[in-house]
């Protein structure tokens, strides 16, 4: 990365908060990280400073994060920020809210510094700003595998990609998965359908024992335990279509395992 991210954190002074500020001082990518901790103080600095991105709570004194948003946008997009909302709210409603406001991303706050680092990165290195209603889910499935620590080399990679933005674009898991999914992958990538149960599982078990398991309970919520162990392919795609449906402003009722 050639220049330097300047960053803008507007939160409550919470220890969420100083957690988060300080993993991203330690970040390379980020040469500039400015704090504040209410809204009218954040726009200032918006309009003055020209941050490349803005982490921006939902509960800001003086003036909410919509209002900063939309005021900032008010002027030439193209010299707006990307704007991540660290939301307070269930991340469907977050979702909805932040889309209207013309936001990029939202994370539903307890949320991983290591995550946020990453996303920045990913946003900030994008051609072109997503905005949270044109979310490209063939961009947001790779962020996320990548985060995951799934090799790209792996078969499953391809099939286990292939099968959450098919389930994203059907609205919900087609079931039952082996007589439907797993055929419907297999014709696609020109392989078997054992071949593509058996090479998902294996990804799945990699990404598993690689995984920060702070960063998969961030992408995949409760749903998961430490002490559960690894999910089930089915599962596995359900949430990770699930995670992707809900930034994308849909309501979720068809991802259920």
Request: hydrophobic share 40%; glycine share 6%.
């Amino acid at each position: 990365m050639d220049r330097k991210i300047k960053v803008l954190l507007a939160d409550l002074p919470d220890d969420d908060c100083r957690a988060l500020a300080d993993h991203l001082r330690t970040r390379d990518s980020i040469g500039e990280l400015r704090v504040v901790e209410n809204g009218r103080s954040a726009l200032e600095l918006i309009c003055r400073d020209r941050p490349d991105v803005v982490l921006i709570g939902t509960f800001l004194p003086g003036m909410d994060f919509g209002e900063v948003i939309e005021k900032a946008l008010q002027g030439s997009r193209s010299e707006a920020p990307i704007f991540v909302v660290l939301s307070g709210l269930p991340t469907m409603l977050a979702a909805a809210a932040a889309r209207k406001c013309g936001a990029s991303y939202v994370f539903e706050k307890p949320c991983s510094p290591i995550l946020v680092g990453r996303r920045i990165e990913q946003l900030y290195n994008c051609a072109s700003q997503p905005c949270l209603e044109l979310i490209d889910p063939f961009q947001e499935v790779t962020m996320i595998f990548a985060d995951m620590g799934i090799p790209a080399n792996l078969d499953g990679y391809l099939y286990l990609r292939e099968a959450v933005l098919y389930s994203i674009k059907e609205g919900g898991l087609p079931k039952p998965v082996s007589r439907r999914l797993y055929p419907y992958i297999a014709e696609v990538k020109s392989a078997t359908p054992a071949k593509v149960e058996r090479s998902m599982r294996h990804a799945i078990e990699i990404c598993w024992n690689r995984a920060d398991f702070a960063l998969a309970k961030e992408i995949f919520g409760s749903s998961i335990s430490q002490d559960r162990g690894k999910p089930t392919n089915s599962e596995f795609i359900a949430l990770v279509s699930e995670y992707i449906y809900i930034r994308m402003g849909h309501k979720n009722n068809r991802f259920a395992k």
